[in-house]
């Protein structure tokens, strides 16, 4: 996937919120698979996963005009998608909570065999982490929400927030380097 | 406090991982004609909007006319005393392409807001009775008295709206109940709940419409309440919708 440009990204919105369907698949070539891995996490039914991903399209196309231009493109999707995928939980009455090891098991038997052993690393390592630093990683680089916004949803100061961010970083990265470089 | 940029490792790890997964099927046919009937409901709302601002311009130009036309008209017929510009006219309001009322037609950007817009939150029933106990006690008290789930609606730092889902049995019925509590006063409102406008029916506290399928009614009310309210009732019980509404004026 190539790495997330919010530019181009705020131009596809401001172009969904004028009207241009094309933009809609732009938006889906760019950010399917991560909202669809998002909405994966709160359901673990493909089904279901798809069908959110199509009612988050739908919202895009409702709300995009809501989007203010300069700020976060990427979090306002990602925002759609988790509402939408609560809303779909409380719709089916089931409990609608946001469980993190759910986001990071995504190497079922249909995922890419190239890059398996990468993924299994990957959920080894997040495995590994402890409750919040865990959270702290799902916030960050699956929603995309800042130090503030992640503040306000814990109920935790902000420098609290930033220590435990930071925390969560570097205990990644050295099981990440560590299962890369096992010898080490 | 500039926020923390991400780890471009621990990123590019993440987006390898998410990027593995196989390329999901979904339609977006619906969101395209969503998108096709957002653009009709825009123009037509512009339509309708420039059609009352040129009604206006029209109704402020007979005004003007009439006003600056009618004093010389009378001077005329008074009689004419040799002095001119005597009873001069009040002056004329100079022609303006602001009107002043141009924004009754349309609801205030700022007052209204897309639920997807904002950020979810589940609330526990301490916060919620310390924060807005004195204001939604009836609504917060269900907690203790029925199974419910609080959600707060957060938008732009602000607590929007509360929503509660709320389970209980009534005569032997089961009611699912969901309120949406207004936090603003009224200052802004849902786009999502312009459904609970214009109901059929209208008692001395609220307005309500009812419908009936598969053996259960479904119910939905609004009232400006503590707040504004808006509150939907499903159940096989007619009267659950009714005693839930007495229960919360």
Redesign the interface.
């Given at each position: 996937?190539p790495?997330l440009d919010n530019e181009q990204l705020n131009r596809l919105i401001a172009a969904?919120a004028a009207?241009d369907?094309d933009a809609?698949?732009a938006v889906?070539a760019l950010l399917?698979?991560?909202m669809?891995?998002l909405a994966?996490g709160f359901v673990h039914n493909?089904q279901d996963?798809?069908d959110i991903?199509?009612d988050s399209?739908?919202?895009?196309?409702?709300?995009a005009?809501?989007?203010r231009a300069g700020t976060n493109g990427y979090g306002?999707i990602m925002?759609?998608v988790?509402?939408?995928a609560?809303d779909f939980l409380?719709s089916r009455k089931r409990t609608?909570?946001e469980n993190i090891d759910d986001f990071?098991s995504?190497?079922d038997e249909?995922?890419?065999p190239?890059?398996?052993e990468?993924?299994l690393l990957?959920e080894g390592a997040i495995g590994r982490l402890p409750a919040l630093e865990k959270r702290m990683?799902y916030y960050?680089?699956?929603l995309d929400l800042?130090?503030?916004?992640i503040a306000?949803?814990t109920g935790m100061s902000?420098s609290a927030v930033?220590r435990l961010?930071?925390s969560a970083?570097a205990h990644?990265?050295t099981y990440?380097t560590a299962g890369q470089n096992p010898t080490d | 406090m500039e926020d923390m940029k991400k780890d471009e490792f621990i990123e590019q790890q993440i987006d390898a991982y998410v990027g593995g997964t196989e390329e999901p099927q979904a339609d977006l046919s619906a969101a395209k004609r969503a998108l096709h009937g957002e653009m009709r409901r825009r123009r037509r709302r512009r339509r309708t909007f420039f059609a009352v601002l040129s009604a206006c311009a029209c109704v402020l130009l007979i005004t003007v006319l009439t006003l600056s036309l009618l004093p010389a008209a009378l001077d005329r017929g008074v009689g004419d005393t040799g002095i001119a510009g005597d009873a001069n006219p009040p002056a004329a309001e100079p022609p303006t392409s602001e009107d002043p009322e141009q924004n009754t037609g349309t609801p205030g950007q700022n007052s209204v807001y897309s639920l997807a817009a904002a950020v979810q939150r589940p609330a526990g029933l301490n916060e919620l009775s310390e924060t807005y106990g004195a204001r939604h006690e009836k609504l917060i008290r269900l907690g203790f008295l029925a199974r419910a789930d609080y959600t707060l609606y957060i938008l732009d730092g602000e607590m929007v709206l509360l929503r509660a889902d709320i389970v209980y049995t009534q005569n032997g019925a089961r009611v699912a109940a969901t309120v949406w509590a207004d936090l603003t006063e009224g200052a802004k409102r849902a786009e999502e709940l312009a459904s609970f406008n214009g109901l059929e029916h209208q008692t001395k506290t609220y307005s309500y419409q009812t419908e009936f399928s598969d053996g259960e009614y479904l119910s939905r009310g609004n009232f400006a309440g503590t707040g504004g309210y808006f509150v939907e009732v499903q159940s096989s019980l007619y009267a659950a919708f009714s005693d839930l509404m007495a229960y919360l004026v």
């Amino acid at each position: 996937m190539p790495p997330l440009d919010n530019e181009q990204l705020n131009r596809l919105i401001a172009a969904v919120a004028a009207g241009d369907a094309d933009a809609l698949d732009a938006v889906y070539a760019l950010l399917g698979k991560r909202m669809f891995a998002l909405a994966y996490g709160f359901v673990h039914n493909r089904q279901d996963a798809e069908d959110i991903l199509s009612d988050s399209f739908v919202k895009l196309a409702r709300f995009a005009h809501t989007f203010r231009a300069g700020t976060n493109g990427y979090g306002f999707i990602m925002r759609i998608v988790r509402n939408t995928a609560l809303d779909f939980l409380r719709s089916r009455k089931r409990t609608a909570s946001e469980n993190i090891d759910d986001f990071f098991s995504l190497s079922d038997e249909r995922y890419s065999p190239e890059r398996r052993e990468e993924a299994l690393l990957l959920e080894g390592a997040i495995g590994r982490l402890p409750a919040l630093e865990k959270r702290m990683i799902y916030y960050r680089y699956y929603l995309d929400l800042t130090v503030r916004e992640i503040a306000k949803e814990t109920g935790m100061s902000k420098s609290a927030v930033q220590r435990l961010m930071e925390s969560a970083e570097a205990h990644l990265k050295t099981y990440l380097t560590a299962g890369q470089n096992p010898t080490d | 406090m500039e926020d923390m940029k991400k780890d471009e490792f621990i990123e590019q790890q993440i987006d390898a991982y998410v990027g593995g997964t196989e390329e999901p099927q979904a339609d977006l046919s619906a969101a395209k004609r969503a998108l096709h009937g957002e653009m009709r409901r825009r123009r037509r709302r512009r339509r309708t909007f420039f059609a009352v601002l040129s009604a206006c311009a029209c109704v402020l130009l007979i005004t003007v006319l009439t006003l600056s036309l009618l004093p010389a008209a009378l001077d005329r017929g008074v009689g004419d005393t040799g002095i001119a510009g005597d009873a001069n006219p009040p002056a004329a309001e100079p022609p303006t392409s602001e009107d002043p009322e141009q924004n009754t037609g349309t609801p205030g950007q700022n007052s209204v807001y897309s639920l997807a817009a904002a950020v979810q939150r589940p609330a526990g029933l301490n916060e919620l009775s310390e924060t807005y106990g004195a204001r939604h006690e009836k609504l917060i008290r269900l907690g203790f008295l029925a199974r419910a789930d609080y959600t707060l609606y957060i938008l732009d730092g602000e607590m929007v709206l509360l929503r509660a889902d709320i389970v209980y049995t009534q005569n032997g019925a089961r009611v699912a109940a969901t309120v949406w509590a207004d936090l603003t006063e009224g200052a802004k409102r849902a786009e999502e709940l312009a459904s609970f406008n214009g109901l059929e029916h209208q008692t001395k506290t609220y307005s309500y419409q009812t419908e009936f399928s598969d053996g259960e009614y479904l119910s939905r009310g609004n009232f400006a309440g503590t707040g504004g309210y808006f509150v939907e009732v499903q159940s096989s019980l007619y009267a659950a919708f009714s005693d839930l509404m007495a229960y919360l004026v």
